[in-house]
């Protein structure tokens, strides 16, 4: 069965940075685009950036742009998250997502990973 | 920048129907498929309609999805309410290369 498995999540000051990592297994890794996720606590969700199968295009929400840098290794079957210039606003639960690039249905979730920017 | 619009909170009592809109902002929401997505506390979403008004297999036939392109929204019906029902629902599309969801709705069945 489809598994996405998330981690490096924690706790990190204001203008800091993290790395997030998705290993992901259950299917063919490199024949789906990847998302990140996030939800803010009490809030609702918020798409942050994806990737095509062989990360030929990337994109990202404004939110987030030229600070996050999303990659992958379809050799290892995993998903990144490079986030720089880290704001207290970043603190939310990032998850990793499997999407078809035919209807952008998010149909795989990890359990998600929280990323608490604070000082 | 288009954005989908839900209503923060819906209740309804068991064995009852109930609507959830999303209604864009601008252009037609029937240009790019609508999802929508239950979340429990605590846990991740999952999908309980895809491509405007298609269930996943697992997903009960009580949940039901369509596009009403004169009001510009699309809508999540769910029937025979069940306590296990309530939840957080979100629609979500896709708009000039980027994925965008609603605000989220908070079903209480009561």
């Known amino acids: 069965q489809v598994q996405l498995v998330e981690s490096g999540g924690g706790l990190v000051k204001p203008g800091g940075s993290l790395r997030l990592s998705c290993v992901a297994s259950?299917?063919?890794?490199?024949?789906?685009?990847m998302t990140w996720i996030r939800q803010a606590p009490g809030k609702g969700l918020e798409w942050v950036s994806y990737?095509?199968?062989?990360?030929?295009?990337?994109n990202y929400a404004d939110s987030v742009k030229g600070r996050f840098t999303i990659s992958r290794d379809n050799a290892k079957n995993s998903l990144y998250l490079q986030m720089n210039s880290l704001r207290v606003e970043d603190t939310a639960v990032y998850y990793c997502?499997?999407?078809?690039?035919?209807?952008?249905?998010?149909?795989?979730w990890g359990q998600g990973t929280l990323v608490t920017v604070s000082s | 920048n288009f954005m989908l619009t839900q209503p923060h909170s819906v209740s309804e009592s068991p064995g009852k129907t109930v609507t959830i809109s999303c209604t864009g902002s601008?252009?037609?929401?029937?240009?790019?498929?609508v999802q929508w997505y239950q979340q429990r506390p605590g846990s991740a979403p999952t999908t309980v309609i895809y491509?405007?008004?298609?269930?996943p297999s697992g997903v009960p036939d009580r949940f039901s999805g369509s596009i009403d392109s004169s009001s510009n929204s699309a809508s999540l019906t769910i029937s025979g309410l069940k306590t296990e029902d309530e939840a957080d629902y979100y629609c979500?599309?896709?708009?000039?290369?980027?994925?965008?969801f609603g605000g989220g709705t908070k079903l209480t069945v009561l």
């Open positions: 997502v499997r999407v078809s690039k035919y209807n952008w249905n998010f149909g795989y």
């Open positions: 259950g299917f063919t890794f490199s024949d789906y685009y």
């Open positions: 990737i095509s199968s062989l990360s030929s295009s990337t």
């Open positions: 601008s252009g037609s929401i029937a240009s790019n498929y």
């Open positions: 491509e405007d008004n298609q269930r």
């Open positions: 979500q599309s896709y708009h000039n290369s980027n994925p965008v």
